[in-house]
């Protein structure tokens, strides 16, 4: 759906959070920052969430972040792999930056290779031990793997 908007060749780096309001220091923030941006393929998007996801109960589905009511995400792009460390210090002073206004949950298909922690961070503790199960039952040699995966029970 939005291979388009990420060409084949272009080097890729990118951060997300959910975030608890966007005030104007947020919003601050991300214009003072995106002024210094290294590369002019590199979006930020900022959505707005509530509606009909936080009608539906938290403890219902996988995804709990339903009283989120903003997910940020900035996609750095760039076509020089010499450009990745700026590129990617860039990025992640933008997330650094941005955490004052942050929740402590990720969204999922937003979460970059950030480790086990983070997958952890987008369920819940106890929503990712009820998928840990799951995975054991379904797919215990782990063949599903190359997603932010959910390693099974020993």
């Not at 009909?52 to 076509?79: C, G, H, I, K, Y």
């Amino acid at each position: 759906m939005a291979d388009e908007f990420f060409p084949a060749g272009l080097r890729h780096y990118w951060k997300s959070s959910f975030l608890r309001s966007l005030g104007d220091d947020a919003i601050d923030t991300l214009v003072t920052r995106f002024e210094t941006v290294p590369s002019p393929r590199t979006i930020m998007i900022v959505e707005q969430l509530g509606g009909e996801v936080a009608r539906v109960d938290a403890d219902a589905m996988a995804f709990p972040q339903r009283s989120a009511t903003f997910n940020f995400l900035v996609t750095s792009m760039w076509p020089d792999p010499q450009d990745d460390e700026e590129n990617i210090a860039w990025t992640r002073a933008l997330s650094d930056a941005m955490q004052p206004f942050a929740s402590d949950a990720a969204y999922l298909n937003f979460i970059g290779v950030e480790g086990e922690d983070r997958v952890r961070s987008a369920y819940g503790t106890v929503r990712y031990e009820q998928l840990v199960a799951l995975k054991k039952e379904y797919d215990p040699t782990n063949f599903f793997r190359l997603n932010q995966n959910i390693k099974p029970a020993p």
